[in-house]
Every structure is written in structure tokens, then in C-alpha cells.
């Protein structure tokens, strides 16, 4: 299995509009950050997660022409924006259906921005018989897309949502978290590879992670390896990286991890 990161910033991406790079170094091309996705691939399965406002320039960088799924966390705007671009997607499948995989809130507001997409009476951009196909979510679950087998669980993404977070094999994906519920612990423990949401340096965004708090809960679940994501403006990498311990580094866009 391959994870490829697709993008490592938070929901404006460095250096943000206006060309604002806050304490990042603009010399350093790591501190460039689109917003967060990844892409989950073995030999036969390709997996979006998320596909944020920064979905094209993702997808030209790393050569994306097929999807076998879109795997949505949450409904917020720098993890769906980029459905502005499904039509033309899709018109590249080659006449296979494209599952898009949500929980029911995350998909309500899915289809009231992007309704044109899911009535069947208007043909769009789309070329042949290919469509996208929802497939429900109702974490705490496992799910089988293609030949990978995930298992999901809910996290607290500030005091008003959740997210869904993600585990296959030992790698787990944890975006826009700001606390486990308790029943979503068991899903964290014997991670080899584990990303989770440093949205800052400090406790200045409620509804994310910052840097003390992911280094607790590294100590807590010990993974092998922790990779900090959701990165804003505050975290510039060099400076950073060396506040972080051993076995906790930071994620940059252009990561390429190979299980």
C-alpha cells in the first residue's frame, strides 16, 4: 500500500490568500501547503480522501486519472470544495461508477451545494454511463473499497462536529480532530504510521489539535510513528521540527509513504 499526501495545510493553506506566510519560511518549499487529502493506493484500489478546493492542482501534481472512491471526514469547505470538479472526473472513468463514501450530515450538505450533481435529468460534463454512487457511513464500522478494508470511528472536531477518522492495516488517519470519544480509543492503539490534525502551535483553534496536545496523545496511543498534518501558518517546518520527539515528525505535501 502506498499514502501519498496530497496536501499538509490547514483549511487556507500556506502562505494563504494575499500571500500571507505567517512565521513560514517561504524558502522552504515544505512550508508550501495545499489543503488536507490524501491518496491511499495498493495495486488494485485508489482512495481519495478528501477532495478540498485544492483537488485539480493535486491531482495534475500527482498524475490522479482514476478513482475508485472519495472517502469525505467531514463536510467542511477545504474537504469538499473540490467537488467542483467531479463532472470532468468522471468523464475520464472509462464508464466505472465512482463511490463516494460520507456519513448522512456530511452528504446532506454535500447534495445542497452540489445538487446539479446528483439529479439524474442533467447530463453536466459527463461523458458515457459513469456516475457518482453514495455509499453511507455509520462510524464506528468497517468498510470494504475495492481491496481495502477500513475500519472508522467518530472524532469531536470542536464542540459542534464530527469527523470521521480512518484506519487500514496499522496506518490510521485522524484530520480535524480536537478530541477521541472514549469508545473511538480502541481504534487508536498498534498504529505503526498515524497522522492526526496539528492545526497550530498553540491552543488558539478549539475545534483542532496543537502541538503539546499531539504530543500527548502520541505518548498515549504510541504509535510508531506520528505524522503532524492540518498544518496552518504558525508551524513553520524547521522551527518545529525540532520541538518534535522522536518518532513525531511533520507532514508536508509531496509525502510518500510505502507499507
Known amino acids: 500500500m502506498k499514502v501519498t499526501v496530497l496536501g499538509s495545510g490547514s483549511a487556507y493553506g500556506v502562505p494563504y490568500?494575499?500571500?500571507?506566510?505567517?512565521?513560514?519560511?517561504?524558502?522552504?518549499?515544505?512550508?508550501?501547503?495545499?489543503?488536507?487529502?490524501?491518496?491511499?493506493?495498493?495495486?488494485?484500489t485508489t482512495l481519495l480522501v478528501d477532495m478540498g478546493p485544492d483537488y485539480k492542482e493535486q491531482s495534475l501534481r500527482h498524475n490522479i486519472t482514476k478513482l475508485d472512491a472519495v472517502f469525505f471526514t467531514h463536510p467542511h469547505a477545504d474537504h469538499i470544495a473540490g467537488m467542483f470538479h467531479l463532472p470532468i472526473q468522471m468523464a475520464h472513468q472509462n464508464g466505472q461508477n465512482l463511490a463516494l463514501y460520507a456519513d448522512r450530515a456530511t452528504r446532506r450538505d454535500i447534495?445542497?451545494?452540489?445538487?446539479?450533481?446528483?439529479?439524474?435529468?442533467?447530463?453536466?460534463?459527463?461523458?458515457?454511463?459513469a456516475r457518482p454512487l453514495w455509499r453511507e457511513m455509520l462510524p464506528p464500522e468497517q468498510l470494504q473499497i475495492g481491496t481495502l478494508k477500513l475500519q472508522t470511528w467518530w472524532q469531536q472536531?470542536?464542540?459542534?462536529?464530527?469527523?470521521?477518522?480512518?484506519?487500514?492495516?496499522?496506518?490510521?488517519?485522524?484530520?480535524?480532530?480536537?478530541?477521541?470519544?472514549?469508545?473511538?480509543?480502541?481504534?487508536?492503539?498498534?498504529?505503526?504510521?498515524?497522522?492526526?490534525?496539528c492545526n497550530c502551535v498553540t491552543n488558539t483553534d478549539k475545534s483542532h489539535g496543537y502541538v503539546e496536545q499531539c504530543l500527548r496523545w502520541a505518548e498515549k496511543f504510541k504509535p510508531r510513528q506520528t505524522y503532524l498534518t492540518h498544518l496552518d501558518y504558525t508551524v513553520d517546518y524547521d522551527t518545529v521540527s525540532k520541538m518534535l520527539p522522536e518518532g513525531v515528525d511533520l507532514a508536508y505535501d509531496g509525502l510518500v509513504l510505502e507499507f
Open 111 to 129: 447534495e445542497k451545494v452540489w445538487w446539479y450533481m446528483f439529479d439524474p435529468s442533467i447530463g453536466l460534463e459527463y461523458t458515457g454511463t
Open 17 to 44: 490568500v494575499g500571500g500571507g506566510w505567517g512565521n513560514c519560511d517561504p524558502n522552504n518549499p515544505k512550508n508550501r501547503r495545499t489543503c488536507p487529502s490524501i491518496l491511499i493506493q495498493d495495486e488494485a
Open 157 to 197: 472536531h470542536g464542540n459542534r462536529f464530527k469527523s470521521v477518522g480512518l484506519r487500514i492495516g496499522n496506518f490510521g488517519y485522524s484530520t480535524d480532530v480536537s478530541a477521541f470519544p472514549e469508545e473511538s480509543e480502541e481504534y487508536l492503539y498498534g498504529l505503526d504510521t498515524w497522522f492526526v490534525d
